[in-house]
């Protein structure tokens, strides 16, 4: 299987906003940042932002997940807005495509902290970020709400890269 990141282009904005077909996935991948449905106006403005680095994750010549690097400091990133397709979940993508970036967060950007926040019912995403080295270092308690309930979001934290 030949898997790789490249960079998510205004010609990948349809096939995001196919991915992203309801409301509270919309949610779940962009939090509040994005209104339902996903636009290309709410890309471009959001791309316009030179600290985000979004990559479409191809796997056999497929596009199969995206997945966003926010540079929040000079040697500090954050994981931001992981989604594989459908057609490819269940398949330990999700790994892979956080290990092509973690890699590509230390030899292209010089990064020496990695952190992102998952929401904590989502609990196959912990899973998979705790497989790789990281750690809860917060909790924020009914942070986020949809359709009524309180959502927890967590902190995770990876301090020493390779």
């Avoid at 509270?24 to 962009?30: D, F, Q, S």
């Avoid at 929401?119 to 942070?143: D, E, M, P, W």
Wanted: charged share 20%; aromatic share 12%; proline share 2%.
């Amino acid at each position: 299987m030949d898997t790789k990141l490249r960079a998510f282009l205004p010609a990948d904005y349809h096939q995001l906003i196919t991915w992203i077909d309801s409301d509270e996935l919309n949610y779940l991948w962009g939090g509040p940042a994005f209104s339902f449905p996903l636009t290309s106006a709410q890309l471009r403005a959001h791309y316009d932002n030179p600290d985000i680095h979004a990559f479409m994750f191809v796997v056999d010549q497929v596009n199969a997940g995206y997945i966003e690097l926010y540079q929040e400091s000079l040697n500090s990133f954050r994981i931001c807005r992981v989604f594989v397709a459908t057609d490819f979940r269940g398949q330990k993508l999700s790994a892979v495509l956080l290990n092509q970036l973690i890699e590509k967060a230390q030899s292209e950007f010089h990064a020496t902290s990695l952190s992102l926040a998952v929401f904590s019912h989502n609990h196959v995403a912990k899973c998979c970020y705790q497989s790789l080295g990281f750690r809860t270092t917060a909790i924020k308690q009914g942070i986020r709400h949809y359709q009524g309930k309180a959502w927890d979001l967590e902190i995770m934290q990876k301090n020493t890269l390779k």
